[in-house]
């Protein structure tokens, strides 16, 4: 089982200390990605890394028993036996190849575990649930924590709360900081809790470094940029600011918070750039999938492209990829 982050009282002074310069900033990701040159073999490496860091995500009005179903057994095999096996990897069913988690909505939960069962990875593949009014957070607290308390009951190992976003814009910290705290009670004693951001939404750098830490010190096992659903979702400047504040989180206490960036990372480059930014922020602790996730619902069919064409040195025909 994955450990749990305790939290800690609410320190209103270390949030007023907070000054985040959006060039600064800027400046600090276009170092960091100036600073690598990947060399092929790197680049397959990294690109299958990516993919067991996927939280492989479906949230749309139109999902099924059925589409669920088909989004676990993809999270299963994420790629192409043929391609699999070019690579050097034996496709069996425990192939370490593999998502580290599908991500549903609440109502969606029972199909995930039900399929996973089937496939005897339930122990190896999570079952995320978005709760809490996603992707608003508009709704009265009492149901936002029983949209939790139902997601564990189905059987979800992680739930992605969303915060409020008018708590932030308003500077109600202690009001957010008590919320993010009673839904991570509501989350039991076995349920990793990744608070949702939604950074685009947040106004400032500031506001996005200040939320991280109210998220961390409420108890939030992960730090997530997006829902998916802003207008603006996750770009690597919010990242930067989140893994600071990671960063700052566990030199103060020892902890190691994650990071999730979601919404709108659909390729390959894109993945790569995210996991050098953690290696080069917080170091190599974080590239395993305890403390890193993408969450996607289309980043896979780009990585197979860059996979098949790191390996043939050609640009794939569209006819020679899965179309499952
Ligand atoms: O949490 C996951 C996001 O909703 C996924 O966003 P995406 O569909 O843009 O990949």
């Known amino acids: 089982m994955l450990e ?18 959006l060039n ?5 990701v276009e170092d960091i990605l100036n600073s690598r040159d990947l060399k092929n073999d790197y680049r397959t490496a990294w690109l299958l890394k990516a993919v067991t860091c996927i939280d492989l995500t479906t949230l749309g009005g139109d999902d099924t028993p059925s589409n ?29 190849i593999r998502t580290a988690a599908v991500c549903v909505y609440p109502s969606r939960v029972e199909d995930a575990v039900k399929t996973l069962k089937k496939l ?7 079952v995320a649930s978005v709760a809490t009014g996603f992707p608003s957070g508009q709704m009265p607290l009492k149901t936002r924590v029983e949209e939790i308390k139902y997601a564990v009951e189905k059987g979800a190992t992680e739930i992605d709360i969303v915060i409020d976003r008018s708590l932030v814009l308003t500077g109600q910290w202690e009001v957010l900081y008590q919320e993010i705290q009673q839904m991570k009670e509501a989350c039991g004693s076995t349920a990793h809790m990744k608070t949702i951001l939604a950074t685009g939404e947040l106004a400032t750098l500031n506001n ?25 979702n996750a770009t690597l400047p ?14 103060k ?7 999730k960036p979601a919404g709108g990372i659909r390729t390959g480059r894109d993945a790569i750039s995210w996991l050098i930014m953690v290696k ?3 170091g190599n602790d974080w590239l395993t999938n305890k403390l890193f996730r993408f969450g996607a619902s289309g980043l896979l069919s780009d990585i197979e492209h860059n996979l098949y064409g790191n390996i043939t040195k050609s640009y794939p025909a569209p006819y020679e990829f899965t179309m499952g």
């Open 238 to 251: 919010f990242g930067l600011v989140m893994s600071r504040a990671i960063r700052e989180y566990y030199e």
């Open 120 to 126: 005897k990875l339930n122990d190896k593949i999570n």
């Open 253 to 259: 206490f020892n902890y190691k918070v994650g990071l």
């Open 208 to 232: 996005v470094y200040k939320a991280s830490l109210v998220a961390m010190m409420a108890g939030s096992d992960f730090i997530k940029t997006s829902t998916g659903k802003e207008s603006i």
């Open 68 to 96: 669920v179903s088909r989004l676990c057994y993809k999270a299963a095999k994420p790629l192409p036996e043929d391609l699999l096996n070019q690579l050097g990897f034996d496709y069996r069913p425990d192939c370490p």
């Open 280 to 282: 080069e922020v917080l």
């Open 24 to 28: 600064a900033v800027n400046t600090a």
């Open 4 to 21: 749990r982050n305790p939290g800690c009282e609410l320190d209103l002074g270390w949030l007023n200390s907070v000054n985040i310069n």
